[in-house]
């Protein structure tokens, strides 16, 4: 602060000029390494479940940060005169977030103009006047679940018609029981529900204890270090190379026994079991997938061995591992019908 204090005026507008322009240097330096590093998969290999938790977590930015430096970077991957625009300071990256909605490569030219040297408030109007149906995205995204003490919580949405009827008609039958039509009681009720619906197909959980005990050494903790680090022999290369996207694609849909199923969440204490190369354990508690470590299509078995929960990122990260990047995003085309 001294020193600054011994500047003229002049030289401490020109300081901080000179300040702001290697500020966006290094944003659009940063936004680039961002593209790199989720082109080389590293935030998985670290054991982060996704581009998101690894902005939020490993680099310590804050949830709305990370989100826009996740947007801007993949949107930069597609339109690289994005980050040219975040350095020579015409964008600015919350005016490139705005843009995500609506960016297509047929009026990239026409947006990225708009927002060029426009304040988050003016491109917000500028694309208002352009895109009028934008405000059922900016209500969709509206949706939030905010703390307003340590135990209540306010709950915000916007419904469709349907999901309207259903809620009054499941107001009117439990009218008895729930006579002030209160909306929670209604929601906790249909949440217990689901959630019990949920554990059933997707965690395989049952009221009834298995009937059969798994053998011994099936139910002993996993090392999940060393699985990660099961390798394609000489052999499996050959059947990967006979493995089609076909048959890739079959290993989502394959069933896998409920006991078994039920076996390995439990073991891997329903969490990603992936362990980062510098031994980070991926956080990721949703959207989990049962993963064969020797893929079942070269002939891995589907046992409690051989099965360990990954989330989406993860099991997407070992696949390609197995059998290429270009192959698995063939099968998930394929799989999504495109
Ligand atoms: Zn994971």
Redesign the pocket.
Known sequence: MDDLRRLSDAELVDSLRALEARQRETMAAIVAHVVEIEERRLH?RL???SLFDYCQRALGLSEDEAYRRMTVSRMASKWPAIVDGLEDGSLHMSGVALLKPHLRAENCGELLEMARGASRRELERRLAARFPQADAAEFRRAQKVKPLSAERFALQLTIGEATCARLERALDLMSHENPSRSLEAVLDRALDVLVKELERTKLAKTKRAPKTKPPANATRKREHETKNDVKPTERDEKSITRAGAAEIRRIRKRAIARPIRREVFERDGEQ???VGESGER???RSGLELDHIRPWAIGGPSDVVNLRV??R??NRLVAEDWFGKARIEDALMAGRGG
Do not use: E, R
Request: with cysteine.
């Open positions: 998985l054991g982060y479940s990603c079991s992936f991926c956080s990721c990954l989330c990122g993860h």
